[in-house]
């Protein structure tokens, strides 16, 4: 936040679900906020001033690092990925993945060690598949998340 009252939406967008870029881009153009998704690919997104796809080289976390390095204190990260949820969180930037539960200081380190040992069971073959299916009730869930903060926040 270069001014200290100004904020912008950051979107790790690879694996971002189409309701919740929905969700965002109506948010973009409610509050008039810079809202940008960054993946590896080719994105697709609504004619706005507000509003712009960056595409990152492929790779491993590429989005991740163009994230890390261009997030500013009091922005809003989009993203189901908890390292980078703990990078931006440690820049002073906040961090709500696509279901619409918050990355906080509290709860981060645990979640981290949850996904150590997530990634441990399934390399093990204790532990098969993801997570559950997105559903209507995770829409409802980030749109509640994202206007709350909206409404805390001016818009860059």
Known sequence: MADGLKIAIWVDADACPAPVRDTLFRAAGRTGLALTLVANRLLRVPPSPHIR????????DAADRYIE????AGDLV???DIPLAAAVLARGAHALEPRGEWFSPDNIH????MR??????RDSG???GGPAAFSNADI???AAALDGF???????
């Open 53 to 60: 796809a960056v595409q990152v080289a492929q790779g491993f």
């Open 69 to 72: 390095q261009a997030v500013s």
């Open 78 to 80: 989009v993203t189901g």
């Open 110 to 113: 645990e979640r981290l060690q």
């Open 116 to 121: 150590a040992l997530m990634n441990e069971l």
């Open 126 to 128: 204790v532990v098969s």
């Open 140 to 142: 409802r869930s980030f």
């Open 150 to 156: 909206l409404a805390r926040r001016p818009a860059r």
